[in-house]
């Protein structure tokens, strides 16, 4: 299983960028995928994370500015990202929690990272 992320990028303070993360290889269902960063010499936060059925999670921090969404028949999650703030950059890394077959129970897979920079 692979999770590849893209869409990070250099922003200027209150602009936007979208995130796309696509999970391929031997799937059968995935539950919940989520989008989390990671700051310099901080630790791995949540950022949002959503359902198979589309219930959304956000941190408080990007409630009303990022909006995250998906989709099943790709297996895709989006992260929209508005009015960026300096202190959203970071490294922002997809999570899906996936079950591989019908037998298996489901596993946690992280995709690499995008980086994200908001200038100010």
């Known amino acids: 299983v692979q999770l590849q992320a893209s869409g990070g990028g250099l922003v200027q303070a209150g602009g936007s960028l979208r995130l796309s993360c696509a999970a391929s290889g031997r799937i059968f269902k995935i539950n919940t995928m989520g989008w989390y960063r990671q700051a310099p010499g901080k630790q791995r936060e949540l950022v949002a994370t959503?359902?198979?059925?589309?219930?959304?999670n956000y941190a408080g921090s990007v409630k009303g500015r990022f909006t995250i969404s998906r989709d099943n028949a790709k297996n895709t999650i989006y992260l929209e990202m508005n009015s960026l703030k300096p202190e959203d950059t970071a490294v922002y890394y997809c999570?899906?929690?996936?079950?591989?077959?019908?037998?298996?129970?489901?596993?946690?897979?992280w995709g690499m990272g995008t980086l994200v920079t908001v200038s100010s």
């Open positions: 959503i359902s198979s059925v589309l219930t959304t």
């Open positions: 999570n899906a929690d996936l079950y591989q077959t019908y037998y298996s129970g489901s596993s946690d897979y």
